[in-house]
């Protein structure tokens, strides 16, 4: 392995392990996911070291990965409680304890690899739609649609909130695709 591409995959993995475990919902799931990406990924540096942006390449490889459902159980598995608080990648910094982000990971379980790759790629890695659709090889309007359909479906299924409830806006890059 290359020294640039050592360097790389050093700085990268939090990143794309925090990406991978929001993509998969559990970690062993995910640091498969990352060690798909990455063998893809080094076995076509040069690749990797003539694009644009080697972190869009990368996120395209690990998100196309997630979706073909390669490394997936099946797109119905639940994740526990335990294991979602045992093996926490970063600290909780929100004001959702245990309970929600036990439900939450229940909830983001139920949607299709694509929604959920696109609630991912829009809400945790904050890229606007015409990003995602690079990502996921759509157009934008179809990622507007697919996030529209996959939190109606959250909406559908979280318990006492029904229509009324909205789901946050994206911020930063995110925020200024028109919608």
Not at 20 to 38: C, F, I, K, M
Not at 111 to 130: C, K, N, T
Not at 140 to 166: F, I, K, N
Request: proline share 6%; charged share 25%.
């Amino acid at each position: 392995m290359s020294s640039d591409a050592e360097a790389y995959v050093s700085a990268a993995i939090p990143r794309l392990m925090g990406a991978a475990l929001s993509l998969t919902g559990n970690r062993h799931d995910a640091e498969d996911l990352v060690q798909d990406t990455l063998a893809k990924v080094l076995v076509n540096w040069r690749r990797v070291e003539r694009a644009d942006s080697p972190d869009a390449y990368v996120r395209k490889v690990m998100v196309n990965t997630f979706v073909s459902g390669k490394r997936r159980r099946s797109s119905k598995d639940v994740v526990s409680h335990e294991l979602v608080t045992a093996d926490a990648v970063a600290p909780n910094t929100g004001p959702a304890g245990p309970e929600e982000r036990d439900a939450m990971w229940t909830l983001l379980a139920g949607l299709s690899p694509r929604q959920r790759a696109v609630l991912v790629l829009r809400y945790y890695d904050d890229l606007p739609d015409a990003a995602i659709a690079e990502v996921l090889g759509c157009s934008p309007v179809s990622v507007r649609v697919t996030a529209h359909r996959a939190l109606a479906r959250l909406r559908e299924r979280m318990p006492g909130l029904g229509d009324s409830t909205s789901c946050p806006e994206p911020t930063g890059a995110a925020a200024t695709t028109s919608r």
